[in-house]
């Protein structure tokens, strides 16, 4: 449940991504936000999946000058740790990454309010205006802060701009229907694993409700003109499986779709993950490493046209 917006409120947004070409029409601004309800084991924005702060440190960046190990209060850096950073002694205060003079410490994301991120993306009214692009909301999982996205979006329709939200379709259908889909033009849907019991066990939740959701929202776009597409990451041997890959077409199929995306897979998310210290069982798995051959791609492509679906 949360609470009315008010317009003071600041959450701690990831990032926001300027000059944008891949996350929806034209040059956009991209709104990053930090949280999300799923833990895919294959996250490629692993530092969106918690809500609240945390710290990065790039091993790559480090010069080695041990200022930081001086001025932790909790003594929670030691060079014997596999990352670096003890996590549970760790109380954020942020003093380390104050003394690093290289950047390798940094505090993950940044408070700010709908105003202040209305402010820096307006900036580029100018571009989105002549490319056909606008701003897209994305995660993360911008849904988690419905009362806030929904202020947000409405302030960039008051500004005539095009919105675009990315969400994993787990959310409370009735408070998107009413927050959010009067101020959104486009809907990019993740449908990831068909059986929920695979996804439960990858994604972490099952997807009972993810489905439903994309049904009742596809009946709403096919009647208001709301652009709604859904996109599959590919990830070798999980989502990318021809098993799965075939149900989530027939599913489509079913609801009259007749184009989604599928995105190849990128191996890189695992460099991210050291960053934050988390768990990675699957860097030792050969296909995970590699980026995704054409043929591959071409393979799950046919998987969708052989459905009637063109991606
Ligand atoms: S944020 Fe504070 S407690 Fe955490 S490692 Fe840095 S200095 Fe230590
Ligand atoms: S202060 Fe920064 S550069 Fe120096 S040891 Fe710590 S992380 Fe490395």
């Known amino acids: 449940m949360t609470k009315p917006h008010h317009p003071g409120h600041a959450l701690r947004i990831l990032d926001i991504k300027g000059n944008s070409l891949d996350d929806g029409p ?11 309800p799923l833990s895919c084991v294959w996250c490629h924005n692993p ?4 809500p609240g702060p945390e710290i990065s440190f790039d091993r790559a960046e480090c ?5 930081c190990l001086g001025v932790c209060p909790e003594h929670a850096l030691d060079r014997n740790l596999p ?11 942020g003093a380390c990454v104050e003394s690093c003079p290289s950047g390798a410490l940094a505090m993950v994301g940044k408070s700010m309010s709908v105003e202040d991120i209305a402010t820096t993306v307006v900036k580029d009214k100018p571009f989105y205006i002549n490319s056909g692009g606008g701003v897209t909301c994305s995660g993360g999982e911008p849904t988690l802060y419905m009362d806030f996205l929904s202020a947000l979006l409405q302030r ?21 229907s009413q927050k959010i889909l009067p101020y959104t033009d486009a809907i990019y849907y993740d ?3 068909y059986d929920p019991d695979i996804h439960q066990r990858f994604c972490g939740v099952r997807n009972e409700m993810i489905l439903e959701n994309f049904v009742s929202l596809n009946a709403i776009a096919s009647r208001n003109g709301l652009e709604l597409l859904p996109r599959t990451p ?14 989530i077409a027939k599913f489509l199929s079913a609801q009259g779709i007749r184009q989604a995306r599928l995105l190849g897979y990128n191996p890189l998310w695992h460099d991210k993950n050291a960053k934050l210290g988390l768990p990675d069982t699957l860097k030792q798995n050969p296909a995970m490493t590699a980026w995704m051959s ?15 679906i063109k991606t």
Request: aromatic fraction near 8%; proline fraction near 1%; hydrophobic fraction near 40%.
């Open 47 to 50: 530092e969106s999946k918690k």
């Open 63 to 67: 010069v080695g000058c041990d200022t």
């Open 83 to 93: 990352f670096f950073i003890d996590r549970n002694r760790c109380v954020l205060c």
């Open 26 to 36: 034209g040059i956009r601004s991209v709104v990053f936000f930090k949280g999300c």
């Open 191 to 193: 449908i990831k694993i």
């Open 294 to 308: 054409k043929d591959e791609l071409a393979a799950c492509k046919a998987i969708y046209s052989d459905h009637g």
């Open 156 to 176: 960039l329709k008051d500004e005539g701009i095009h919105t675009l939200l990315e969400t994993c379709g787990l959310f409370d259908f009735k408070a998107v």
């Open 234 to 247: 590919l990830i070798p041997n999980i989502t990318a499986a021809k098993e799965n890959l075939t149900a």
